[in-house]
């Protein structure tokens, strides 16, 4: 007998350090009303130091396991997505579950850059689909912050530090994940990356002093690859899911840019569906930003039980992922694990 798996929690950390446009603005090149004229963005947050991704992520798994009402000891998963890991093994994810106590869980990361949180979301139903049940951790988690080049006004500007965590579990007949859509589009995996550090190119002096370990990006090329792509993979996950346009309620996208989301919206069709955007506070936060705006908008009280939920990621590589949801979360108790407050734990 098949078991519906949906969402039955969800929580997010950000860091306490708030990074306004006017602070990062001069080193860029750029002035704050710039950014915000370009970007929609105002702020974001960085990591203290000494906090790495799994710190970020075990607070957000925390969070999301008391909105479930569940503890460590019911997680058979742990899934985190990131493309910056704590290190380059082992998994981030094994970190997390040492943090939170998850002793009987598996744990595994997947890395498809910003659209990361719907792959592993996505993975994780798989797996409680195989074995016909149980409830798995997944977890959107970056620091971008340690990988910026603070003179790069196309990546430097944008990006933020954070996590976002959600609850899979067993759900009534008829609601939780209903479709899902994920595409490669490898031709283009030169748009968005960070070319040193691998085993292509190994880290090296002659690599920092080249600055080949930041993150760089092709701007105009990504904005091309988004507008070109990204409306036919909503349009067919749709389509396969049997769900009508009118019939989406709430779009939580990447929070890439703020203005080219709003304009993306314009064209994808959905006439009642309701853009939630957390880029202005928190910047692009990578794998995190689709699960820490659900959880802003399901911790807003605008996610009603029934509604239709569209997660769209894409990002490096390039990915698309694309994910409808019948949401089925109980409302969070008011304040229950929602501050901002992340902690720095050290690892050797």
């Known amino acids: 007998m098949s078991t519906d798996i949906g969402i039955i929690g969800t929580g997010s950390a950000l860091p306490d350090r708030v990074v306004p446009n006017a602070e990062i603005a001069p080193a860029a090149g750029v002035d704050a009303a710039w950014i915000e004229r370009k970007t ?21 798994a925390d969070r999301a396991l008391l909105a479930a009402g569940l503890s460590p000891d019911d997680v058979d998963h742990v899934v985190v997505a990131t493309s910056t890991p704590d290190h380059p093994q082992p998994a ?27 792959y592993a979301l996505a993975m994780a139903e798989g797996l409680l689909h195989t074995r ?18 603070p003179r790069d006004r196309k990546t430097a500007i944008l990006f933020g530090d954070g ?6 579990g067993a759900v009534p007949a008829g609601g939780g994940v209903i479709g899902t859509r994920l595409r490669g589009h490898g031709a283009g995996h030169e748009l968005i990356g960070v070319r040193a550090g691998g085993s292509r190119l190994p880290a090296s002096v002659r690599s920092v002093l080249d600055g080949e370990h930041f993150f760089r990006m092709d701007g105009r090329g990504v ?15 749709l389509r396969e899911s049997g769900v009508p346009a009118d019939a989406v309620d709430h779009l939580v996208p990447h929070q890439a840019n703020g203005v080219l989301l709003r304009d993306l919206a314009g064209a994808l069709g959905l006439p009642n569906a309701r853009l939630h955007l957390t880029v202005g506070e928190f910047g692009n936060t990578g794998a995190a930003s689709v699960p820490i705006t659900l959880d802003a908008a399901h911790r807003s009280g605008a996610l009603k039980t029934g509604d239709v939920v ?20 109980t409302p969070p108790r008011p304040g229950a694990g929602a501050e901002n407050h992340a902690g720095v734990l050290s690892h050797r």
């Not at 016909?132 to 080049?149: E, K, N």
Request: charge should be positive.
């Open 163 to 168: 996590a976002g965590a959600v609850v899979l």
């Open 92 to 118: 981030t994810a094994s970190l997390v579950q040492h943090l939170i106590g998850a002793r009987s869980a598996s744990a595994a990361d997947v890395n498809a850059v910003c659209s990361g949180f719907v």
């Open 310 to 329: 569209l997660l769209a990621g894409f990002g490096g590589g390039m990915n698309l992922g694309v994910s409808l949801c019948r949401w089925t979360a």
């Open 223 to 237: 904005r091309e690859f988004v507008t070109g792509h990204v409306p036919g993979a909503i349009a067919a996950a």
């Open 40 to 60: 929609g963005i105002r702020e974001r947050r960085h990591a203290a130091p000494g906090q790495a991704t799994s710190n970020l992520a075990a607070i957000a």
């Open 132 to 149: 016909g049940g149980g409830h798995a951790l997944v977890i959107g988690a970056d620091i971008y912050s340690r990988i910026l080049d």
